[in-house]
């Protein structure tokens, strides 16, 4: 099965060979695919998108109708957002925010902010936000056991810099309830505790989230009437094909809700809605054999496509043939063979697929790479050798 959807292939196939690497986004597939999320998701779950995953206005805008709103966690995200999507409620977090992202996103006026220490708590009621406030605390939780054993990224249920530890919350509690912080009030928690969780494992995390805020807040005397999951749903970098198991996540939500009347969950995944919709298009520049392996150097690089880099994997790709070979020498080639997939840049860090099989591959080739959509060209280093930018090209 190819990776690609035939619009795509034929759009790559059809790129001026100076356009290359060149970043492809599907918008219908994304539209297809956010609205199918938003249908296996009860009432009573709120779809935020992460913003960070890939802020590109045209796939924000894209998923506009889909999506309840979004989790930005930056002031420069939170501009962003306000030009590119105006008027959509605003989630803001971060671990790490400056007296002017406070000013600026209290002034822009938040959906829901996501406070992440008894300082900030402080900074915010010192602000005197008026109108009230919606807060969630994002508590780093006590998660027991294994859950989150093997995952790719751990944000929480371990020593982090996110967050609220559990013992902080009394006194965040505490303080919320006293006079000067009346202008905040208090919605709920927040826990995003990790990324790349099928949906059983997030949706068992889901239920421990949910029972231990509720109890806290009712422990506390403070009621709280919603409980932001985070993200973290799992994109399998091995199989292309493969989705989250966003109807069975939906159905086991709806279950939890039936445990929890009047409650309202929100959850703001990134990299599972906008992956699959993003491609990176290059071409072979080089085949070369090297103490007996094979190697294949493309246009481009891990400075325009980190993911692979950033998570040592391989990143799937499409060969696209071009028959065309205008010239008197030798054309370079691998045919049924191990081959590495590395970028122009002068490190060995820069391999976007290692040792992999393919049918045949020559100079001269495209390659499309998949799965680009999200936490690709935002996350890259490209200014790194100085080599050009890739272009961009929305496939409507
Ligand atoms: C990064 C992040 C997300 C999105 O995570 P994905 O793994 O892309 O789904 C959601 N919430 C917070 C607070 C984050 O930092």
Not at 19 to 47: C, G, K, M, N, Q
Not at 336 to 346: A, D, P
Not at 357 to 386: C, E, Q
Request: contains cysteine; hydrophobic residues 45%.
């Amino acid at each position: 099965m190819s990776l690609a959807t035939p619009a795509v292939l034929e759009r790559a196939a059809a790129l001026p060979v100076d356009s290359l690497p060149a970043y492809l986004y599907d918008l219908t597939a994304l539209r297809v695919h956010a609205a199918a999320i938003r249908a296996a998701l009860p009432d009573r779950v709120e779809f935020h998108y992460a913003a960070k995953a890939n802020p590109d206005p045209a796939l924000l805008t894209a998923l506009r109708e889909c999506v309840d709103g979004y989790e930005v966690s930056s002031g420069g995200e939170l501009a962003h957002l306000r030009t590119a999507v105006p008027g959509a409620p605003l989630a803001f977090g971060g671990p790490g925010k400056t007296d002017e992202e406070l000013t600026t996103a209290l002034e822009a006026g938040v959906h829901r902010w996501h406070v992440e220490s008894v300082a900030e708590l402080h900074r915010l009621a010192a602000r005197r936000p008026r109108g009230g406030l919606d807060v969630l605390l994002r508590v780093n939780l006590p998660v027991t056991g294994d859950a989150l054993a093997g995952v790719p990224l751990a944000m929480g249920g371990r020593p982090t810099p996110f967050g609220l530890d559990p013992a902080d919350l009394d006194e965040c509690l505490r303080l919320l309830a006293t006079e000067p912080f009346a202008g905040l009030r208090l919605r709920g928690f927040h826990a995003h505790l990790a990324s790349g969780l099928d949906a059983p494992a997030l949706l068992a995390l889901a239920e421990r989230i949910t029972d231990w805020a509720v109890a806290r807040a009712a422990a506390a005397g403070s009621p709280i009437d919603e409980v932001n999951l985070g993200g973290g749903m799992a994109v399998d970098y091995t199989d292309p094909a493969a989705r989250f198991d966003w109807t069975g996540y939906g159905g086991g939500l709806a279950r939890l809700l039936g445990r929890h009347p009047g409650l309202r969950l929100r959850i703001e995944p990134g990299r599972a809605v906008t992956a699959y919709s993003g491609w990176y298009v290059t071409e072979v520049l080089e085949v070369k054999r090297s103490h007996g392996e094979a190697f294949a150097v493309v246009r481009g690089g891990t400075h325009h496509l980190r993911t692979p880099a950033a998570r040592g994997h391989d990143q799937p790709f499409t060969v696209l043939p071009v028959a065309d070979w205008p010239h008197p020498w030798p054309r370079g080639e691998v045919a049924g063979e191990r081959v590495s997939l590395c970028g122009q840049l002068c490190t060995p860090k820069d391999a976007l697929a290692r040792r992999v099989p393919v049918d045949r591959l020559r100079t001269g080739d495209r390659v499309v790479f998949g799965l680009a959509g999200a936490y690709a060209w935002n996350i890259s280093h490209t200014g790194f050798l100085m080599h050009r930018q890739p272009t961009f090209h929305l496939v409507p």
